[in-house]
């Protein structure tokens, strides 16, 4: 079992700046990737960046590539969102996940076992 604990949304203004932790505990080590996603109210749950756990590489949804950046802190076993040019757009509730997503996959909530209770973020116009 994986536990996963995000924190670090809130209530914004558009252009600004936001960023999400997520800490895992548990048996991490056989998860190969992390991911993060977000659902809007009456939307479904959908993908915005992921990176491989062991590797680095990261994979971002073309609707965030270049605002929003994702990292790992190793040691600590945390997973960061760093979130920047902010729009209403944006607004969701975001939630981490674990799992051992192949390739062609890593974008898909389905490959993700694991997942956090969500943390909201607001974007005001």
């Known amino acids: 079992q994986v536990q996963l604990v995000e924190s670090g949304g809130g209530l914004v203004q558009a252009g600004s700046s936001l960023k999400l932790s997520c800490a895992a505990s548990?048996?991490?080590?056989?998860?190969?990737?992390m991911g993060w996603f977000r659902q809007a109210s009456g939307k479904e749950r959908e993908f915005v960046g992921s990176?491989?756990?062991?590797?680095?590489?990261?994979y971002y949804a073309d609707s965030v590539k270049g605002r929003f950046s994702v990292s790992r802190d190793k040691a600590k076993g945390t997973v960061y969102l760093q979130m920047d040019i902010l729009k209403p757009e944006d607004t969701a509730v975001y939630y981490c996940a674990a799992g051992r997503p192949i390739l062609s996959e890593i974008r898909a909530v389905r490959a993700y076992a694991y997942w956090g209770q969500g943390t909201q973020v607001t974007v005001s116009s």
């Open positions: 548990g048996s991490t080590s056989g998860q190969y990737a």
């Open positions: 990176i491989r756990w062991n590797s680095g590489n990261t």
